[in-house]
């Protein structure tokens, strides 16, 4: 902590009787205070990191195995839970049925393929072609469900002669119907005794409920889609909600999971996943999130490279602190096998797969893990399908004669595979179909959000995990450590009433740096103030540079406070102006989830900022007595509730006001108070109720708190004090509220 910043009365009174007239508080000391509130020089910036480059899709991610099982478990745990929520899965979405329609069986020598549509939404499907053998099995099928990637058609893909003649000569096929290289692998494994279900990926082939080139191609921003009233996918109003298509695709592949487990015929205990390219990112993430498939197969997709280019395999918080390999690694300790190229896996037996390797040798199943690199393009052809072969016939007990020697088969034709006909007319693809998709997910979220308004002490441990739990994971930042951070004092400004230090505080761990400027009274009762503002440390100042009336009433009673500029205030600008928009990263398609899947949102960044200065002032050789937090704004009010809740007990009373501020009143994609998931986790009124039970003081929203706070607190029997005066009032009131008890 600063220099003597809370140092006892006495050093600050023998500070005090050394300091000449002319530093007197009330004289000369107001000008030499006076100076411009800059902790580093005129037109420096703080060395800190997230002043960078943006981390992107493109870039670097290895991955550090833990050391242990009981290191994993944890990790685990959070990791699992960051890709449910990214994907909008925390909660799981109602269940509501399938009503699966199975029909138009096509006939082959040694199985038989059927069309299924199965109903995963209000307006969304899941559609695809269901493989059987034919010959009797020996007890319940194992089953091998087949999503798709990036193959032009998808289901229907057929490769042209040119390509499939190159395929031929490079030997990536053997067969004639080898141009069907994803019939191919479902016919094989039905051959082996697999149910095989080949499952069509949003916006191909038969699933064009939501259209490709939204699914696939979105590039540009939709004002007419981006309101509260009326939004669509990819808009400010869908992030907020965690509504993205990897998680509705993800959500297509735990129902059809859900389906094939409730076959009387399959053995739900010997189900496998495998799908290359965008299908190997639907394999490992459905394998991250659900426990149930025993063995997973992502073919050329894990890897420290490229992680997946598509709008479909990317999302707000997916990869934040993570990446593709440990996402994989969420499989184990179940077999997982893999496959690379001459593309972005190419380095996958050097990078990634050593490294899962030792993670499965900790958790005692060495032989679980395995992948080879073939000198092919990107691809799922002949020589790694029968690397899958061997890899689910070994995990799946399919019982067959090794090695798997693949046969020639008689495609499908596109008549014969599609699965919409007269009698099954295909849904259309249109803007109010994608309306009525997401209102039906919005409003299955506003109802469990409902029902986990907190009644009794076990509904409210069930909000704080399931809420608190998601925050957690937005925020992506606990409170730093004691031997986290470093301090460096540029000036300290001595006063007969007063010390000042300007202060450069630092979290070595992550590189970042806050400018602050921290008041110390000679009267220092030994408690400190953290106090944030919608602008930073220089609104809190008057012009010519002293304390503003209520900061001075607090350093007045003995109260020292520290004022700091947060992420990209103050001196993190250059040009002084505040930030109008969020960063993003140089992709050109304005797509939230291509920056904040891999980098903090900037609110979250604030919030880190305010959990370093609490931790600075927790963790000080002088032990205060109370750390108290105050946020009065728009900005700074939901970010002081944040960091009160992220930080539990190290912050004793909260004065919190919000100006009436709301996420859901968001329309801009890129504004800096975005925070993908507020408005899902209940927004403002919701991540209030998760302060309790802090002493809270509470402005900006009306004579009564929220319902949901008041009863919050009830509950946890705690206090909040509502403050319902004009705005110019709240400050001193809410000082007036932290003095209580205090002096």
Same mark, same amino acid.
């Not at 692998?185 to 279900?197: E, I, P, S």
């Not at 007419?224 to 009326?230: F, G, I, Q, R, T």
């Not at 740096?513 to 953290?530: D, G, S, Y």
């Not at 507020?678 to 708190?705: I, M, N, R, S, T």
């Given at each position: 902590?600063?220099?003597?910043?809370?140092?006892?009365?006495?050093?600050?009174?023998?500070?005090?009787?050394?300091?000449?007239?002319?530093?007197?508080?009330?004289?000369?000391?107001?000008?030499?205070?006076?100076?411009?509130?800059?902790?580093?020089?005129?037109?420096?910036?703080?060395?800190?990191?997230?002043?960078?480059?943006?981390?992107?899709?493109?870039?670097?991610?290895?991955?550090?195995?833990?050391?242990?099982?009981?290191?994993?478990?944890?990790?685990?745990?959070?990791?699992?839970?960051?890709?449910?929520?990214?994907?909008?899965?925390?909660?799981?979405?109602?269940?509501?049925?399938?009503?699966?329609?199975?029909?138009?069986?096509?006939?082959?020598?040694?199985?038989?393929?059927?069309?299924?549509?199965?109903?995963?939404?209000?307006?969304?499907?899941?559609?695809?072609?269901?493989?059987?053998?034919?010959?009797?099995?020996?007890?319940?099928?194992?089953?091998?469900?087949?999503?798709?990637?990036?193959?032009?058609?998808?289901?229907?893909?057929?490769?042209?002669?040119?390509?499939?003649?190159?395929?031929?000569?490079?030997?990536?096929?053997?067969?004639?119907?080898?141009?069907?290289?994803?019939?191919?692998?479902?016919?094989?494994?039905?051959?082996?005794?697999?149910?095989?279900?080949?499952?069509?990926?949003?916006?191909?082939?038969?699933?064009?409920?939501?259209?490709?080139?939204?699914?696939?191609?979105?590039?540009?921003?939709?004002?007419? +889609?981006?309101? %509260?009233?009326?939004? @669509? $996918?990819?808009? =400010?109003?869908?992030?907020?909600?965690? &509504?993205?298509?990897? !998680? /509705?695709?993800?959500?297509?592949?735990?129902?059809?999971?859900?389906?094939?487990?409730?076959?009387?015929?399959?053995?739900?205990?010997?189900?496998?996943?495998?799908?290359?390219?965008?299908?190997?990112?639907?394999?490992?993430?459905?394998?991250?999130?659900?426990?149930?498939?025993?063995?997973?197969?992502?073919?050329?997709?894990?890897?420290?490279?490229?992680?997946?280019?598509?709008?479909?395999?990317?999302?707000?918080?997916?990869?934040?602190?993570?990446?593709?390999?440990?996402?994989?690694? +969420?499989?184990? %300790?179940?077999?997982? @096998? $893999?496959?690379? =190229?001459?593309?972005?896996?190419?380095? &996958?037996?050097?990078? !990634? /797969?050593?490294?899962?390797?030792?993670?499965?040798?900790?958790?005692?199943?060495?032989?679980?893990?395995?992948?080879?690199?073939?000198?092919?393009?990107?691809?799922?052809?002949?020589?790694?399908?029968?690397?899958?072969?061997?890899?689910?016939?070994?995990?799946?007990?399919?019982?067959?004669?090794?090695?798997?020697?693949?046969?020639?088969?008689?495609?499908?034709?596109?008549?014969?595979?599609?699965?919409?006909?007269?009698?099954?007319?295909?849904?259309?693809?249109?803007?109010?179909?994608? +309306?009525?998709?997401?209102?039906?997910?919005?409003?299955?979220?506003?109802?469990?959000?409902?029902?986990?308004?907190?009644?009794? !002490?076990?509904?409210?441990?069930?909000?704080?995990?399931?809420?608190?739990?998601?925050?957690?994971?937005?925020?992506?930042?606990?409170?730093?450590?004691?031997?986290?951070?470093?301090?460096?004092?540029?000036?300290?400004?001595?006063?007969?009433?007063?010390?000042?230090?300007?202060?450069?505080?630092?979290?070595?761990?992550?590189?970042?740096?806050?400018?602050?400027?921290?008041?110390?009274?000679?009267?220092?009762?030994?408690?400190?103030?953290?106090?944030?503002?919608?602008?930073?440390?220089?609104? +809190?100042?008057?012009?010519?540079?002293?304390?503003?009336?209520?900061?001075?009433?607090?350093?007045?009673?003995?109260?020292?406070?520290?004022?700091?500029?947060?992420?990209?205030?103050?001196?993190?600008?250059?040009?002084?102006?505040?930030?109008?928009?969020?960063?993003?990263?140089?992709?050109?398609?304005?797509?939230?989830?291509?920056?904040?899947?891999?980098?903090?949102?900037?609110?979250?960044?604030?919030?880190?900022?305010?959990?370093?200065?609490?931790?600075?002032?927790?963790?000080?050789?002088?032990?205060?007595?109370?750390?108290?937090?105050?946020?009065?704004?728009?900005?700074?009010?939901?970010?002081?509730?944040?960091?009160?809740?992220?930080?539990?007990?190290?912050?004793?009373?909260?004065?919190?006001?919000?100006?009436?501020?709301?996420?859901?009143?968001?329309?801009?994609?890129?504004?800096?108070?975005?925070?993908?998931?507020?408005?899902?986790?209940?927004?403002?009124?919701?991540?209030?109720?998760?302060?309790?039970?802090?002493?809270?003081?509470?402005?900006?929203?009306?004579?009564?708190?929220?319902?949901?706070?008041?009863?919050?607190?009830?509950?946890?029997?705690?206090?909040?004090?509502?403050?319902?005066?004009?705005?110019?009032?709240?400050?001193?009131?809410?000082?007036?509220?932290?003095?209580?008890?205090?002096?």
């Amino acid at each position: 902590m600063a220099d003597d910043f809370l140092t006892d009365r006495r050093t600050a009174l023998k500070l005090a009787a050394l300091t000449i007239a002319s530093t007197s508080i009330m004289g000369t000391p107001r000008r030499v205070m006076a100076d411009a509130p800059r902790v580093l020089p005129a037109a420096s910036l703080p060395a800190d990191a997230r002043l960078g480059v943006l981390k992107e899709l493109d870039h670097y991610f290895p991955w550090k195995p833990s050391a242990n099982v009981s290191e994993w478990r944890q990790r685990a745990e959070y990791v699992r839970r960051q890709l449910m929520v990214a994907c909008g899965l925390w909660p799981m979405p109602t269940r509501h049925p399938l009503n699966p329609i199975v029909h138009g069986k096509v006939d082959r020598d040694d199985y038989t393929v059927e069309r299924v549509i199965l109903q995963t939404g209000d307006g969304l499907y899941c559609t695809g072609s269901l493989y059987r053998p034919k010959a009797p099995p020996r007890g319940k099928l194992p089953a091998v469900m087949c999503p798709h990637g990036h193959w032009q058609n998808g289901r229907f893909h057929e490769h042209t002669e040119a390509q499939f003649q190159q395929e031929l000569n490079s030997k990536a096929e053997s067969f004639p119907s080898g141009r069907f290289p994803l019939q191919a692998r479902c016919v094989q494994l039905a051959r082996m005794g697999c149910l095989v279900f080949l499952y069509d990926m949003l916006g191909y082939a038969d699933n064009t409920s939501l259209s490709f080139e939204l699914v696939h191609r979105f590039g540009k921003q939709r004002d007419d +889609l981006s309101s %509260p009233e009326k939004w @669509g $996918m990819f808009s =400010a109003q869908s992030e907020l909600r965690c &509504l993205n298509i990897v !998680g /509705l695709q993800t959500w297509n592949s735990i129902r059809v999971l859900d389906w094939i487990s409730s076959m009387d015929d399959v053995d739900a205990d010997r189900i496998g996943v495998t799908g290359a390219s965008g299908g190997g990112t639907q394999t490992f993430i459905l394998g991250g999130v659900d426990p149930r498939p025993a063995a997973l197969f992502p073919a050329v997709m894990v890897s420290t490279a490229m992680q997946g280019g598509c709008t479909c395999e990317n999302a707000s918080y997916l990869r934040v602190n993570t990446g593709n390999i440990e996402l994989a690694a +969420l499989i184990a %300790p179940r077999p997982l @096998g $893999m496959t690379a =190229a001459d593309d972005w896996t190419v380095d &996958l037996e050097t990078k !990634g /797969l050593p490294e899962l390797k030792q993670h499965y040798a900790m958790l005692g199943v060495p032989d679980h893990v395995e992948g080879k690199y073939r000198s092919f393009p990107h691809n799922y052809n002949q020589p790694s399908r029968l690397m899958m072969y061997e890899f689910f016939n070994k995990h799946l007990k399919l019982g067959q004669q090794s090695p798997v020697v693949e046969r020639d088969f008689v495609p499908l034709t596109r008549a014969e595979a599609t699965v919409w006909d007269a009698e099954h007319p295909a849904p259309e693809s249109t803007v109010e179909n994608e +309306l009525r998709i997401v209102r039906g997910f919005a409003v299955d979220q506003d109802n469990q959000f409902a029902a986990l308004t907190p009644k009794d !002490g076990d509904s409210l441990n069930k909000y704080r995990d399931v809420i608190g739990g998601a925050w957690d994971v937005m925020i992506g930042r606990k409170l730093p450590g004691k031997d986290d951070f470093t301090q460096e004092n540029k000036d300290k400004v001595e006063g007969e009433d007063l010390l000042k230090f300007r202060t450069l505080i630092r979290l070595t761990k992550h590189g970042e740096e806050i400018p602050t400027l921290f008041f110390l009274p000679r009267n220092c009762n030994k408690h400190v103030a953290v106090w944030i503002t919608d602008d930073g440390k220089s609104s +809190l100042l008057k012009a010519d540079g002293s304390p503003k009336a209520e900061v001075q009433q607090l350093l007045d009673a003995g109260v020292s406070v520290a004022i700091p500029d947060l992420m990209l205030q103050g001196e993190f600008l250059a040009n002084g102006k505040p930030v109008a928009q969020a960063r993003m990263v140089k992709n050109p398609r304005e797509f939230v989830g291509f920056t904040a899947g891999y980098n903090h949102p900037l609110f979250s960044q604030r919030v880190h900022d305010v959990l370093t200065m609490i931790a600075f002032c927790k963790f000080s050789k002088y032990e205060p007595s109370g750390v108290h937090l105050i946020g009065l704004g728009r900005t700074a009010g939901p970010i002081a509730a944040a960091a009160a809740f992220q930080a539990g007990n190290a912050v004793n009373k909260v004065a919190i006001g919000t100006g009436g501020f709301r996420f859901a009143s968001l329309t801009n994609a890129y504004d800096p108070m975005l925070l993908p998931g507020a408005v899902k986790y209940g927004d403002v009124p919701g991540l209030l109720a998760l302060v309790a039970p802090h002493p809270l003081w509470l402005a900006g929203e009306g004579e009564q708190p929220p319902s949901l706070v008041a009863t919050s607190y009830q509950v946890a029997k705690g206090s909040v004090n509502s403050y319902s005066g004009a705005a110019p009032g709240a400050a001193a009131d809410a000082v007036k509220w932290i003095l209580t008890g205090i002096v």
